[in-house]
């Protein structure tokens, strides 16, 4: 069975900095593109971050792009997010999501997000 | 960016009415299109990719065609378990977006 769980989120300040994780397990975690969805209070689903299977393409949501820096170790089964100048806008559930698709220069093929972590709370506040 | 415009953005129905959500593309997307649940307080799932065929497991009550800009998710005869909101989302162009989102509701 597909397991992502994710982990980290909590409440910091503004400028302030969270390192979230995704731990996955039933699946070949290094044969899938993995992914960062975030969705506001009461607000839709917003894409932040995609990390292909060996790490070698990265892409960022423009919001997101200098601040957050994506990664993972395929070795331990596990996606990050480090997350760093937070603004309250950046307040949400944050969703790390499997792609068996993948992007390359900047085209994406097959992408769809198969399986969803049930999300980790990010709130920016002072 | 591709702009995803969904509607509506919410609907109420009956139990075993057919329902309509429909999602049109700012550019053509082909058939890099999927389609989306989520049930309150829980994390989405996927329901259709590629525009029109069936993720495994998700029952023939669901459905979705199109292609180029303009995209239709029906459900043909509505259960009470499909409480939730929908979304579209394009991955022909970087950034990947998502529509607005439909939330569904029993009448």
């Known amino acids: 069975e597909v397991q992502l769980v994710e982990s980290g989120g909590g409440l910091v300040k503004p400028g302030g900095s969270l390192r979230l994780s995704c731990a996955a397990s039933g699946f070949t975690f290094s044969s899938y593109t993995m992914n960062w969805v975030r969705q506001a209070p009461g607000k839709g689903l917003e894409w932040v971050s995609s990390v292909s299977s060996s790490g070698s393409d990265i892409y960022y949501a423009d919001s997101v792009k200098g601040r957050f820096t994506i990664s993972r170790d395929n070795a331990k089964n596990s996606l990050f997010l480090q997350m760093n100048s937070l603004r309250a806008e950046d307040t949400a559930v944050y969703f790390c999501?499997?792609?068996?698709?993948?992007?390359?220069?900047?085209?994406?093929?097959?992408?769809?997000?198969?399986?969803w972590g049930q999300g980790t709370q990010v709130t920016v506040s002072s | 960016d591709i702009q995803m415009t969904q509607s509506p953005s919410s609907l109420s129905a009956s139990v075993g009415d057919r329902v309509t959500i429909t999602c049109q593309a700012s550019q053509d997307v082909r058939k890099s299109f999927n389609w989306y649940q989520q049930r309150p307080g829980k994390a989405p799932k996927l329901l259709i990719y590629d525009a029109s065929i069936l993720e495994t497991g998700v029952p023939s009550r669901f459905s979705g065609s199109g292609s180029g800009t303009d995209f239709i998710f029906t459900i043909s005869s509505l259960q009470p378990e499909d409480i939730a909101t929908y979304y579209c989302?394009?991955?022909?162009?970087?950034?990947?977006?998502f529509g607005g989102g439909t939330k569904v509701e029993i009448k």
């Open positions: 999501a499997t792609n068996e698709g993948y992007c390359s220069n900047g085209v994406c093929y097959k992408t769809r997000f198969d399986q």
């Open positions: 989302q394009q991955y022909h162009n970087l950034p990947l977006t």
